[in-house]
């Protein structure tokens, strides 16, 4: 059974940084990308920023210049380091992996950012 958890959530205030990860276990396919989404209450979902296995990345408007995407397949793990951050960054932040077995979605990280 394929699990994944993020961490690294929680109140910071504006202009400060905060550092997710996401963690997958159980994965038997092989993961070709790894996404950090986001969702308000509301709103659907957008995405953040994706890598590859490759270590390709792409951010999307949201985060260019002030979010960066990383990862360690070997850990299975994904991180995002959150810079700069604004009032309306506040979100839920969720990691999903694709993998050649399917999709997998974690239950998300609350990131607050207020004074």
């Known amino acids: 059974q394929v699990q994944v958890a993020e961490f690294g959530g929680g109140l910071v205030q504006p202009r400060g940084s905060l550092n997710l990860s996401c963690v997958a276990s159980g994965i038997e396919g092989e993961v070709y990308y790894m996404a950090w989404y986001r969702q308000t209450p509301g709103n659907g979902r957008e995405m953040v920023a994706g890598i590859t296995n490759g270590g390709g990345t792409k951010y999307t408007e949201v985060a260019e210049g002030r979010f960066t995407i990383s990862k360690d397949i070997a850990k299975f793990t994904v991180f995002l380091q959150l810079t700069n951050l604004r009032p309306e960054d506040t979100a839920v932040y969720s990691c999903?992996?694709?993998?050649?077995?399917?999709?997998?979605w974690g239950q998300g990280t609350q990131v607050t950012v207020s004074s």
């Open positions: 999903q992996f694709k993998t050649t077995r399917g999709n997998f």
